[in-house]
């Protein structure tokens, strides 16, 4: 497996110093002149970075099937590609072991990304949600939910006045 693991990081390595090419766009005027970078995030196509790079998702082995070690260096491998790509993973939580960051970048391989060389794109993989963000316990949103269950920020649940009979169906606590 460390020669196959080898050889991955050395094809993302010849990636990362390649010039990705660039979509086709044309800039209409004025904006061609007065902000380009907006007219590049306006015209360039959302493609998966497999596409962007021709890298299929299949090439990376499974993460159950390396070490820490081989984790880590395809992670940087994979980070060199980013930054060809003009990529910056802006949520990577701090903290996060290096195989469980691996098994995030290879499953998102397929995200739809933009490659704007102009000004770059910002990658946003925490979906927000702690039941279904890839990063699991070590994303700021499963704290944050936690956090907000302990300190009592759920609306109170009404009670029913025992001394009213006649309460609504809107005060049921059920």
Do not use: H
Not at 40 to 64: C, N, Q, R
Not at 147 to 153: A, L, M, P, R, S
């Amino acid at each position: 497996m460390q020669r196959y693991v080898e050889q991955v990081i050395e094809d993302l390595e010849n990636i990362a110093s390649q010039n990705i090419q660039e979509a086709y766009i044309e800039v209409p005027p004025p904006l061609d002149e007065i902000m380009p970078d907006v007219g590049e995030l306006a015209l360039v196509p959302f493609k998966p970075i497999s596409e962007w790079t021709g890298v299929d998702f299949e090439v990376f082995p499974e993460m159950w099937r390396l070490s820490y070690d081989q984790c880590e260096a395809l992670n940087k491998a994979i980070f060199k590609v980013y930054d060809n790509l003009k990529l910056l993973l802006i949520d990577k939580p701090d903290g996060i072991p290096e195989d469980w960051l691996y098994e995030v970048l290879v499953s998102n391989w397929d995200y739809p990304v933009q490659y704007l060389p102009s000004s770059g794109m910002d990658l946003e993989l925490c979906s927000g949600d702690w039941k279904t963000c890839d990063y699991g316990e070590y994303c700021a949103c499963a704290k944050a939910d936690y956090y907000d269950e302990i300190e009592g920020d759920e609306p109170p649940i009404k009670s029913i006045d025992s001394k009213d009979n006649g309460a609504s169906l809107d005060e049921c606590p059920f």
